[in-house]
Structure formats: C-alpha cells, structure tokens
C-alpha cells in the first residue's frame, strides 16, 4: 500500500459521506474502522513516534463499537457514540494527511 496520501483521501471523502446513525452505516463505521487501520499500521511502521496518536483513536473507537453493538445501550446512546467516533475518525484522518505530508517534505528534504 505505497498510496498512502490517496487511501486517506479516499477515506476523508467516505467519513464524510457517512451517513446519520443507523444499523447500516454503524456497521459502514466499522468497515471504514478496519480499513483506516489497516493504513495507519502501515504509517505506524514508518514511524510510530508521529503515527501513534493515531493508533490510540482507533483503539478508542473499537471500545466505543464494541458498546453499540451491544443490544443494551439506549438508541440515542448509539447516535452519540455514533457521532462522536465519526467525528473523531474525520479527524484523525485529516491529521493523518497532514503528518505524512510533513513527514514526505522532511525526508525529501533530508535525502535531498
């Protein structure tokens, strides 16, 4: 996965595209969850200094899935939780873009 700036892109876009709560697109939170990681374990194995904000939010968030999933929270409880993880994913994303590229300049400028 060398296109790293591209798949958080894509993902910027499809965070934003998601959705009000509901069992379709909490289940889509998900799958974006898991491919956000999947990216950000790349990162972290570039540099876990700079990538390991971003490890902690995904953790979080896992938690805060885990809780929605479970038939015993209100669902207005569940739009929160909803909410709040897809807003804090936005953000971690839009960090993320912003980190490699600093992290892209610094190296081009290093072994330049």
Partial sequence: MADYLGELNELKVLFNDLGNYSATNAYMLQ???????????????????VF?????????????????????????????LFEKNKFKLKVAVNNDISKYGHYKMIEQIIYN
């Fill in 52 to 80: 390991r904000s971003s490890v902690e939010i995904i953790s979080e968030v896992e938690v805060d899935l885990g809780f929605m999933a479970s038939n015993e929270l209100p669902s207005f409880k569940k739009k929160m």
């Fill in 31 to 49: 799958i974006l969850l898991e491919r956000y990681d999947g990216v950000v374990e790349q990162l972290f194995n570039i540099n876990n200094k």
